[in-house]
């Protein structure tokens, strides 16, 4: 039986791996935020005949200091896993500024991957098959956005949402340069994965009119979820012989794209330790 982490694993494409998983006989741990969600996942699991195999971790992953906890507390619980799947994720239309004092969207989409990527490391490399870390990302797909290096928080720069957003996807691509990179001789392969549009409860945290557009665009255009992990779990069963790969909706990402430049994965990762704060020590350092 193998275990796998889901950050993310209550809703959408998350969600829909976590019930995959469960229903194939394999140990899944789902962290959301919110208890309700968790509690409806483990109801499922029960439906499924998996209750036993279904685990729920309560966690806002926007705190870089729960994030380390998580990481830590579930190395202790599971020191062999066999993937991590980094989908946490939601769209900020405010600027939002957490108690860590950090801007929301840089402490989800960004920092708390890092760390758990790092945190369960010393977890995956144990796994008896090829450990993954699969991020649900935008990698290939909208090559828009630009690290702003001088201000990755947005600190000085009105908030925009969509540019934010997309420095984040950025960040998601290089993070997985820099994993690989600097983990060179290790067993973990690193795949960012883009859905392509998916219909999810994503669209939620839009503000009208965008919400009601997008649904509707949903409606039109957007995968089922379903049909969405297939590609997904492929991955996840039978992981890339490459440190590094990418892929947009199954079809692979040339990883010689601008977007891939390890130089900029190296500042990213340099600028991540610089983090002030003791929240944001995440022993990787050296
Ligand atoms: N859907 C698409 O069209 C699409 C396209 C490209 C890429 N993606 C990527 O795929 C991933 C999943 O997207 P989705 O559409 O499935 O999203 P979703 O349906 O909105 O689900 C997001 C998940 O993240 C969790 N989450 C949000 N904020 C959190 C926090 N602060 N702490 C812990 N967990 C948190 C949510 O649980 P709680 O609400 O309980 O916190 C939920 O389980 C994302 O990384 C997204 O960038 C999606």
Redesign the pocket.
């Known amino acids: 039986m193998r275990t796998i982490v889901i950050?993310?694993?209550?809703?959408?494409?998350?969600?829909?791996l976590a019930l995959r998983y469960l229903a194939g006989g394999e140990r899944v741990v789902?962290?959301?935020?919110?208890?309700?969600?968790?509690g409806r996942l483990l109801r499922e699991a029960v439906r499924l005949g998996a209750g036993e195999r279904a685990e729920f971790v309560?966690?806002?992953?926007?705190?870089a200091a729960?994030s380390r906890a998580v990481a830590a507390e579930l190395a202790d619980r599971h020191p062999v896993l066999d993937a991590l799947v980094?989908?946490?994720?939601?769209?900020n239309p405010r600027r939002i500024r957490t108690a860590e004092g950090l801007e929301?969207t840089f402490?989800?989409?960004v920092l708390?991957r890092h760390l758990l990527a790092e945190g369960l490391r010393g977890s995956l490399e144990r796994a008896p098959g090829t450990p993954v870390i699969l991020?649900?990302?935008?990698v290939g797909?909208i090559t828009a956005g630009t690290m702003r290096w001088d201000d990755l928080q947005h600190e000085r720069a009105p908030y925009r949402a969509g540019r934010v957003t997309m420095q984040?996807?950025r960040a998601?691509d290089l993070l997985g340069v820099s994993f690989a990179e600097r983990h060179a001789g290790g067993r973990t392969r690193y795949v960012l994965?883009?859905?392509?549009?998916?219909?999810?409860?994503?669209?939620?945290?839009l503000r009208q009119p965008m919400r009601g557009l997008t649904k509707a665009m949903?409606a039109l255009f957007?995968?089922p979820?379903d049909r969405?992990v297939g590609p997904v779990a492929a991955l996840l069963d039978d992981p890339p012989t490459e440190p590094l790969s990418a892929f947009l909706r199954g079809r692979p990402v040339r990883l010689d794209r601008p977007e891939f430049d390890p130089a900029n994965a190296a500042r990213l990762h340099t600028a991540l330790l610089s983090l002030p704060g003791e929240a944001f020590r995440d022993g990787t350092r050296g």
Request: hydrophobic share 30%; aromatic share 8%.
């Open positions: 950050t993310g694993g209550t809703d959408g494409i998350g969600r829909g789902a962290v959301g935020s919110d208890p309700g969600k968790g309560q966690a806002d992953l926007g705190s729960r980094l989908g946490a994720y939601r769209y929301q402490a989800l989409y708390s991020s649900l990302c935008g797909g984040g996807a998601n994965y883009n859905p392509g549009f998916v219909a999810t409860g994503m669209t939620q945290s949903a957007a995968q979820v969405a």
